[in-house]
């Protein structure tokens, strides 16, 4: 098992992505640590993982809340004896569709403050663990990778906030990288099946995404799972400071 013995924290794990990485590190040995703010999801999730036999315990942490976040990470070090993995792939409630000319501030404001406040205090949480251990893995989600905005489509304060989580990975990398604690970005381009149910129900937008790939399909939340583990594991030890490229091809590096 690729992640055995290892801790990790997962915010806003019963979303999409979240149970895909969740289930992907247990899988893979580490015991989960589910957060989020609805425990009833939290539980079921969890009920799951260990159905399969893995390890999860769940905890309802808001991860915009500075406190509850730091209570949390030091309750699981404590518990556990360490904080391995890290990641927040909270839902950031962008507002899409309205072009940005006529877009209320707040709607564009919030993505933004979401993204980057809850990735700067989920990190900063694990980190001051990790440092301590001389080891750690913290994964940021979302984006392209190519810092390119949408065209046809308004997607808000979105793609501006996704692009400030990707630099704010870059930086916590380098400042981190001399304690051994590596920092990765995962970015898809888009996961089809991962879309709102009003999206879904829009062909065009199932199709923009597979258009644009080299490979003719969108990522799944499968393939955010195994690169998730891989890039959380000490098969990755030397990678930090980048982004995983899962587009099939949307964006090529």
């Known amino acids: 098992m690729l992640l055995a013995g290892k801790n990790a924290i997962v915010y806003g794990a019963a979303g999409g992505i979240g149970t895909a990485m969740s289930t992907a590190f247990a899988r893979e040995g580490a015991k989960v640590h589910l957060t989020g703010r609805t425990a009833q999801t939290l539980d079921a999730l969890a009920d799951k993982i260990r159905a399969d036999g893995g390890r999860a315990e769940t905890a309802v942490v808001d991860a915009l809340d500075e406190q ?38 707040a709607d564009f404001e919030r993505p933004i403050h979401n993204a980057v406040r809850s990735t700067f205090l989920t990190a900063r ?15 940021t989600f979302g984006g392209d990778g190519g810092g390119e905005p949408m065209r046809d489509y308004s997607i808000g304060g979105l793609q501006v906030a996704l692009n400030a989580v990707d630099f ?19 970015h898809t381009g888009g996961i089809a099946e991962g879309l709102p149910a009003d999206l879904k129900a829009a062909p065009a937008i199932t199709e923009m995404l597979v258009a644009k790939t080299m490979l003719k399909r969108a990522a799944t939340f499968a393939d955010v799972g ?6 959380a594991s000490d098969l990755a030890a030397s990678m930090t400071s980048t982004s995983l490229n899962i587009t099939c091809g949307a964006v090529s590096d």
């Open 226 to 231: 195994n690169v998730a583990v891989f890039a």
């Open 68 to 105: 509850a976040v730091d209570n949390h990470a030091d309750a699981v070090a404590k518990n556990d004896g360490s904080v391995d993995i890290s990641v927040c792939v909270i839902d950031i409630a962008d507002h899409q569709g309205t072009p940005l000319a006529e877009m209320a501030l």
């Open 168 to 186: 704010l990975r870059r930086q916590l990398a380098a400042e981190l990288g001399r304690h051994g604690v590596r920092v990765l970005g995962l």
């Open 125 to 139: 949480a694990a980190a001051r663990h990790m440092i301590r251990q001389r080891s750690g893995v913290i994964l």
